[in-house]
């Protein structure tokens, strides 16, 4: 499927779905057992980010690098089996590796919800926390 964040100017960034690979160079990650785009759950993509002044959002190695300057109520489009899914971001939150689990991630005041989280590496360029910017399918 394809993901568009107007405001990081990721225009249908190829996500591979289902993926086990965890550091994607061509593409973004759909992490393999969370839901798909438009499904009740959580749908966690993941890509890489460095320094922000080598961003390129057409290049996978650095797509995520200014992914902490989005703030809630900034849009995200998910292009999936020709439907497009408009989520709102609603938060973000800075977490240690090993405080991440993907499929977990769903917050329980989301109960029959569609949400995804987009995560990568902070600060970026480092590989010290997650910064992960969670949002919701817009209701209009």
Not at 42 to 71: E, M, Q
Not at 76 to 92: A, G, P, Q, S
Not at 121 to 139: E, F, H
């Amino acid at each position: 499927f394809y993901l568009t964040v107007p405001k990081l100017r990721i225009k249908d960034a190829i996500v591979e779905t289902n993926s086990t690979n965890l550091a994607p160079d061509t593409s973004l990650g759909h992490y393999k057992g969370s839901a798909l785009p438009g499904q009740v759950g959580n749908t966690f993509i993941y890509g890489h980010s460095v320094l922000p002044w080598f961003y390129n959002p057409r290049n996978y190695k650095t797509i995520f690098s200014t992914l902490n300057t989005l703030k809630p109520g900034d849009e995200i489009f998910i292009k999936y089996n020709n439907v497009e899914y408009k989520y709102v971001v609603e938060t973000k939150e800075i977490k240690k590796p090993d405080e991440v689990n993907p499929v977990a991630n769903y917050k329980p005041k989301y109960l029959n919800e569609s949400t995804i989280t987009l995560m990568t590496c902070d600060p970026p360029g480092t590989k010290i926390n997650r910064l992960m910017v969670n949002a919701i399918l817009a209701r209009d």
